[in-house]
């Protein structure tokens, strides 16, 4: 069985920074695809970053040049550093990984709450 773990939300000023951060454990041999996905209320989930195996990333235009998405392969884990924060970042804020196969299932963790507000 495997589980991804999310954290690092939680309520930020405009102009701020956060670091979210996600763990996978259980069952893993490989992992390939790793990224973020949001859903604000009202709205469907949208991409955010995604990072392959080897470090290639690619970002939803609205984030390009504020959010960066790195990972650790030793430590399984994913991160998203998020700087110049703006009310339209609120969302929660989800881990993904395509693990032990290139093509599928995804798995996704719970969600972590992102609150831009002043």
């Known amino acids: 069985q495997v589980q991804l773990v999310e954290s690092g939300g939680g309520l930020v000023q405009p102009g701020g920074s956060l670091r979210l951060s996600c763990a996978a454990s259980g069952s893993i041999f490989s992992i390939y695809i790793m990224g973020w996905y949001r859903q604000a209320p009202g709205k469907q989930r949208e991409l955010v970053a995604i990072i392959s195996s080897g470090g290639s990333t690619n970002y939803a235009d609205s984030v390009k040049g504020r959010f960066t998405i790195s990972r650790d392969n030793a430590k399984n884990t994913v991160y998203l550093q998020m700087n110049s924060l703006k009310p339209d970042d609120t969302a929660v804020y989800y881990c993904?990984?395509?693990?032990?196969?290139?093509?599928?299932?995804?798995?996704w963790g719970q969600g972590t709450q992102v609150t831009v507000s002043s």
């Open positions: 993904n990984a395509r693990i032990n196969s290139p093509y599928g299932p995804d798995y």
